[in-house]
Every structure is written in structure tokens, then in C-alpha cells.
């Protein structure tokens, strides 16, 4: 399993531009883990085992963890109406979404950028700047007075901003910040000591940068550029939490 685990992740970082960790584990034993790429092309320092990646959507599954771990505690639960535990009102967010159809993408409520018509974020940012976005809060603005895609419950379509407002229901609940509750409550009690909300801002230790690759009009790839214009600079509850291969091992 080793050699093959090998020889297929070193065909697909030489012919598929991978440019990060694989990691197998079998119960307590450590199968296969090795880096490749660069954590930053333009010095080309490579990526090490423990070098830190942004998540993004996988952060959808801290944020399940919390909404989950709130229900459990029966301080939530999955059939309560978002807008009964965060003030919404003016929005267009329906007053019969609930935190189930939040969780499962069938509450229908608009996204800010729709990435199944093929938006992208980065024409989002172009008239409304990333960097203003710190906080859950920030994030309604760009999609809360939007029209529903759907009633509630009827259909299912895949929505970055249902994560941000479970997020906010977190932060009702708890009475804390979505990031300091996923530190105390998830990372640190699963022992994730590598994984954090960073900022794009900031100098952070063994951390990857983030890129995308540019292409021709033909489709053929070019090269890479930073992709630090097409999300918020520091992690929200539904993308960017930095973690690594290993955090994401002790997670699971």
C-alpha cells in the first residue's frame, strides 16, 4: 500500500500540479505521509509535513461540529428557525429556514456569490472589498436581501452563506465568537494544536499561501497567481480555517 500510495501521489504532483499533503492512517498506524509542492512558489519553499493549509470549505465541517455539539447539549435545536435565534429581520431570509436545512443546503436563502451558476468571488470582491469582511455580520449584506432560490425544504442547492449564519446561531447560543468557541470546544479538546482562524494579513509560520492557476483562452495552463483577492482575509464558518494533514487525522 505504501508504494503505491507513492507512486500515485508522485505521478499525480508531477502531472496534476498537486501541491500538498497525503496522509494515510490505519487506526494508529501511520501508513503513508509525505509533502510535495511549494508553500510558496515565488522562493519555492516546499510544503513540509506539518506545514498548515487553508481548509476551505472543509471548515463547513467544524462549524457542523459545533452546531451538533450545541443540539446535544439541547441549547439549540435542529428544527429551530434561524431567524428565532438571530435577529434577521428586513432581510430576505425566510422565517421558516431551519438550522437543519442550513446544515443539508435545502434552505433555499440566496448566496453571495453562487458558485453552482459559476460566480466567482473574486467579481464579488471587485465592487465590495474582501478585506471589510471580519465578521459574520459582515457577510449579510451581500446576499441577505437577496430573493430565495426556493421555498425552504423543497430542493437542494449547495450555499456558502447558510455556514455563516450557522455561525451566527453558534455565536447566539454560546455567547461566543464562532473562533474562539471552535478553539475551545473542537480544536483543542481533538488536540488540532496546528489549527487555527489565520489571517491572509499576517506572517504565519509554515503556512501555505494560496494560489490559482491562470490559464489561456484556449484552456491551457499558464501559471499561478495569489487568489488573495477572492476571500475575506481571515477564515469564516463557512471556508478558511488553516489546519493540517495531521490536525485534520486527530479531527476525524
Known sequence: MRAFLQE????F???????????????????????YGFANRAFRVPNRADTRFDTASVTKIFTAAAVLQLAEQGRLGLSDRITALVDLSGTKIPEDVTIEQLLNHTSGIADDADEVAG????????????????ECRDFLKNFAWKEPVFP????????????????????AVSGENYRDYYRKHIFEPAGMTRTAFLSMEEVNENTAEGYENVQDEAGRFMGYRKNIYSFPPRGTPDGGAYTTAGDLCRFV
Open 8 to 11: 500515485l501521489c508522485e505521478d
Open 152 to 171: 425552504a425544504g423543497t430542493a437542494a442547492r449547495y450555499c456558502n452563506c447558510s455556514y455563516v449564519l450557522l455561525g451566527m446561531a453558534v455565536e
Open 13 to 35: 504532483a508531477a502531472n496534476g500540479n498537486f501541491s500538498g499533503v497525503c496522509l494515510l492512517k490505519r487506526e494508529n498506524e501511520l501508513v503513508f505521509e509525505k509533502a
Open 119 to 134: 460566480e466567482s468571488y473574486a467579481a464579488l470582491f471587485a465592487d465590495s472589498p474582501n478585506y471589510v469582511i471580519r
